[in-house]
């Protein structure tokens, strides 16, 4: 249920913006706060966050666009298995977010487009017939506080839909493509002039990577391809476990992110790591 409380806040939060928003599909205006407010309320949650509030730190942090970086729409014609579909749904929401958070709204509606053509291969279609989420993403293509509502929506349909087909075991395939997605454009911004807070950002979101474990651990007997999923993203768990600056943050309760400088070598072979298993992903 955790996964679910998580998913509603972005609910939540718009519905206190908007009393007709579930009303009326045409109508997606939020005040200026929202995208802030679903941030701060999801940060002190310990649960698995969603990709758009991942993109939104790491947006906040100095994550800036650049061309090219986000996977393909051309490659998910050969995505066939309900697991790589999953994980690069996964991905594709990232990505999404990614584009949403930096303006780039033809491509964030292309990338939704195959978000919903992918999932429609794991029985989640239902998912976009509800309360119109793709046709009011794409007319408010514009308006990034709407947007973030209506992914919002569409993770919490998403989680729904996978309870309901019993296919609960995505629900960590999908988040470690989007986690993994995140990280990768997080990681590339930094190669490419990142500052600080980029760095500090990719600190607070490697935290995340035992969750993801610990989740797909739970439905690891329901998909053998999850054991493999779960070998690869402890090779990331064990290159973050090695950084020294780490140690010092456990070792040391009382400190913070921000209270550490990582070396650029510790970073890049945290980076080395997640770009290896994003290819994996990525190919298939």
């Known amino acids: 249920m955790k996964k679910y409380i998580i998913a509603l806040l972005p609910l939540f939060l718009a519905f206190s913006c908007s009393n007709d928003t579930s009303q009326n599909s045409n109508k997606d205006s939020t005040n200026g706060?929202?995208?802030?407010?679903?941030?701060?309320?999801?940060?002190?949650?310990?649960?698995l966050p969603s990709p758009f509030r991942i993109a939104a730190m790491f947006k906040?942090?100095?994550?800036?666009?650049?061309?090219?970086l986000t996977n393909g729409n051309e490659k998910e014609a050969s995505y066939s298995t309900s697991f790589v579909c999953?994980?690069?749904?996964?991905?594709?929401?990232s990505d999404m977010a990614y584009c949403v958070l930096n303006k780039q709204t033809n491509e964030g509606q292309q990338l939704l487009k195959t978000i919903r053509t992918i999932g429609g291969r794991i029985n989640l279609g239902k998912v976009f017939e509800k309360s119109n989420l793709f046709d009011r993403f794409n007319k408010n293509a514009n308006n990034e506080d709407s947007l973030a509502t209506i992914i919002g929506e569409i993770q919490y349909e998403t989680d729904m839909q996978l309870d309901a087909n019993q296919q609960n075991?995505?629900?960590?395939?999908?988040?470690?493509?989007?986690?993994?997605?995140?990280?990768?454009?997080?990681?590339?911004?930094?190669?490419?002039?990142?500052?600080?807070?980029?760095?500090?950002?990719?600190?607070?979101?490697?935290?995340?990577?035992?969750n993801i474990i610990e989740e797909l651990k739970i439905n690891e007997s329901?998909?053998?391809?999850?054991?493999?999923l779960i070998a690869d993203m402890q090779i990331i768990q064990d290159a973050i476990?090695?950084?020294?600056?780490?140690?010092?943050?456990?070792?040391?309760?009382?400190?913070?992110?921000?209270?550490?400088?990582?070396?650029?070598?510790?970073?890049?072979?945290?980076?080395?790591?997640?770009?290896?298993?994003?290819?994996?992903?990525?190919?298939?």
Do not use: C, H
């Open 169 to 210: 075991e995505l629900y960590g395939v999908i988040f470690a493509g989007a986690w993994v997605e995140s990280m990768y454009l997080g990681g590339q911004v930094y190669r490419n002039g990142g500052n600080e807070k980029i760095v500090q950002a990719l600190l607070e979101q490697m935290a995340v990577a035992t």
């Open 241 to 284: 476990n090695s950084m020294p600056s780490l140690k010092k943050l456990k070792d040391n309760p009382e400190l913070d992110f921000k209270d550490i400088s990582p070396t650029k070598a510790e970073i890049e072979s945290v980076i080395t790591t997640i770009e290896t298993l994003r290819k994996k992903i990525t190919n298939g």
């Open 33 to 47: 706060d929202t995208v802030k407010e679903v941030i701060e309320t999801s940060e002190s949650s310990s649960t």
């Open 222 to 228: 329901k998909n053998e391809s999850i054991t493999g």
């Open 60 to 68: 906040r942090s100095g994550l800036k666009y650049i061309p090219g």
């Open 86 to 93: 999953a994980e690069n749904m996964g991905v594709y929401s």
